[in-house]
Nanobody, 120 residues
Framework: VQLQAFGGGLVQAGGSLRLSCAAS????????MGWFRQAPGKEREFIAS????????YHADSVKGRFTISRDNAKNMVYLQMNSLKPEDTAVYYC??????????????WGQGTLVTVSS
């Protein structure tokens, strides 16, 4: 499975961005998808996941109410809508995929990351 994340950039605090991740190489609807982020000097953080059908989602407390994960199985895409961005959201964001239940701890597949910078 190949994952390519894009959509990062520079945004002012309070603004919005939508990250996208394109998947190829395996039946997309068989994969649980997730987003992680890694801020400078910090460990990678699991922030969101979505079930194969898209019917169930999880958001970490640090982003709950501001970020929303979604997917489009017809387009092999997963998204992360980020609203009310804060400077502490500055990080490299990674999409990830797993055929089973390991999405939060050790996903099998990783994208290359896209940088989000939030200015104050």
């Amino acid at each position: 499975v190949q994952l390519q994340a894009f959509g990062g950039g520079l945004v002012q605090a309070g603004g919005s961005l939508r990250l996208s991740c394109a998947a190829s190489g395996r039946t997309f609807s068989s994969l649980i998808m997730g987003w992680f982020r890694q801020a400078p000097g910090k460990e990678r953080e699991f922030i969101a996941s979505i079930t194969r059908s898209g019917g169930g989602t999880y958001h970490a407390d640090s982003v709950k109410g501001r970020f929303t994960i979604s997917r489009d199985n017809a387009k092999n895409m997963v998204y992360l809508q980020m609203n009310s961005l804060k400077p502490e959201d500055t990080a490299v964001y990674y999409c990830a995929a797993d055929p089973g239940s390991a999405i939060a701890k050790s996903p099998t597949y990783w994208g290359q990351g896209t940088l989000v910078t939030v200015s104050s």
